[in-house]
């Protein structure tokens, strides 16, 4: 019996295990534009002087208006989400991996590039 967030899949339709539980594995929400612009916001106060941030406060509250840009923009996501298995994956995939322009390995897979480091135990590996 699947997991609660699953609903039962055809095992025919999905080639081999490893997508053995895709299709019932819940589709990526769409976040709220609040959210979004809140997360935006708080990610940039480390960064941006007070004076930048002062300024892009007041862009986003004209984007966020009702009515606005962001509403647009937002409901536009929210059907790209309904006809589509996940809204993202193909911007992502083509943003990180065919557009970026600095080294992948280093810039996207920071682990790869560490040293190589044995543990004797599991503490070991966590500490």
């Keep these: 019996r699947p997991y609660g967030l699953l609903k039962p899949a055809a095992v025919g339709k999905i080639p081999g295990r490893f997508h053995l539980h895709q299709e019932a594995l819940p589709h990526l929400p769409v976040p709220p534009l609040q959210q979004t612009l809140d997360r935006y916001l708080l990610a940039l106060q480390p960064i ?75 503490q070991g590996q966590l500490r």
Excluded: C, M
């Design 48 to 122: 941006i002087s007070e004076e930048e941030l002062s300024h892009t406060q007041e862009l986003v509250a004209e984007f966020r208006k009702p009515g606005g840009v962001g509403e647009r923009l937002q409901k536009g996501l929210e059907r790209r989400a309904k006809k589509t298995e996940n809204w993202l994956s193909d911007w992502w995939l083509k943003t990180a991996y065919l557009e970026y322009r600095l080294p992948v390995v280093v810039h996207s897979s920071p682990g790869v590039v560490l040293p190589k480091q044995d543990f004797l135990d599991r």
